[in-house]
């Protein structure tokens, strides 16, 4: 099978070659190759040369503050362009001139993601979009894929207006949402797993946030999601999500105790005063993977993926 793959010098996109690169025939659709996805035609463009059965959607902007940064000027120009009216956002009336070309939270995660949705229905390929738990308010005790998003922030709206154009154009794509990935040692970007590591072994005190839920996911787990996904042409939203949920304090006294380090060196931070003049982020998102695991697919708790990074 013949997949195109965007985001695919990103964290997650990067192991996803390594992985399935023996199962799939990939083709990557990367700027380095001369596609920036806010750019209809230079995606499809490269789609028509090569026509995949599949296509994989994980390119976004992905750094939440620098999103949160983008928010001010991504809706001035909405308001001017008419597209957002409250806070319904009509798709059709979105004006490239705006889009095209530019880094902004919604060039790339919106109106990007509606250019590879369109080409994608336009020439009848499924597709396969990568969202985020931070498409949640965070308030529930937990969250399944039938609880309706509410995102606290600019990077997780805009998530989510993906979500929804690609639940628009076709109903064999596939949404699929993942959280707090790790376990993967990248030369791009350290997960926060490796990021921990590497400021335990310099030695540094550390603040880590006490009071808020999180569910850690092991990046191969989402790989290997993902591909299962695709080989049973499923449809429709899934979680593809650990199977345990830490706050970033506790998941820190495991990563020190799985590596040797000592775990008193930590200071209890909350929520609030930790990303004080920061972007909020969701409260407690516990994502149920049930829907997963009744296909028959298992993801690993914290301290199984734990285990895997260390060879124990
Ligand atoms: N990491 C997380 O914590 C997390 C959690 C939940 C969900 N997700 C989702 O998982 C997906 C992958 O995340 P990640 O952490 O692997 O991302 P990442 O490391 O930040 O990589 C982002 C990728 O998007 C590409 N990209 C950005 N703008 C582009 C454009 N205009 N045209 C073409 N490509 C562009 C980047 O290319 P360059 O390298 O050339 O810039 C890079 O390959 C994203 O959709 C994200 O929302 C991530």
């Known amino acids: ?71 001010a000027e991504d809706m001035d120009k909405l308001k001017n362009e008419e597209s957002l009216v409250g806070d319904i956002l009509d798709f059709n009336r979105l004006n490239s001139n705006n889009w095209n070309g530019k880094a902004s939270a919604f060039a790339i995660n919106v109106f990007g993601t509606k250019n590879i949705a369109e080409i994608a229905a336009e020439m009848d390929i499924p597709l396969l979009y990568v969202s985020t738990d931070f498409v949640f308010f965070g308030d529930q005790e937990y969250y ?91 449809s429709g939203i899934f979680h593809v999500t650990g199977d345990s949920f830490e706050s970033p304090y506790d998941a820190g006294v495991l990563v020190a105790k799985s590596f040797g380090y000592d775990s008193n060196n930590f200071n209890k931070i909350s929520n609030e005063e930790y990303y004080k003049d920061r972007a909020r982020r969701p409260f407690h998102v516990r994502m149920k993977n049930d829907k997963l695991a009744k296909l028959g697919f298992n993801t690993k708790t914290f301290q199984e993926g734990l285990r895997l990074i260390i060879g124990a």
């Open 144 to 234: 399944d894929e039938k609880i309706s998003p509410k995102p606290v922030n600019w990077y997780g709206m805009t998530k989510y207006w993906g979500e929804e154009i690609v639940r628009s154009k076709n109903n064999k794509n596939i949404i699929v949402r993942l959280s707090f990935p790790y376990g993967y040692k990248s030369q791009i970007k350290k997960d926060f797993v490796w990021m921990l590591v590497g400021l335990l072994e310099k030695g540094e005190k550390l603040s880590l946030v006490s009071d808020q839920i999180v569910t850690p996911t092991f990046i191969d787990d989402a790989v290997l999601g993902i591909k299962f996904l695709i080989e049973k042409k499923e």
């Open 1 to 71: 099978m013949k997949i195109a793959v965007t985001g695919t010098t990103g964290l997650i996109g990067t192991r996803l070659v390594e992985l399935l690169n023996d199962i799939f025939e990939i083709t990557q659709l990367i700027l380095s190759n001369g596609v920036d996805i806010t750019d209809k035609d230079s995606f499809a463009e490269k789609l028509k040369t090569d026509l995949p059965d599949f296509i994989v959607h994980l390119a976004a902007k992905t750094d939440v503050d620098g999103c949160e940064t983008d928010k």
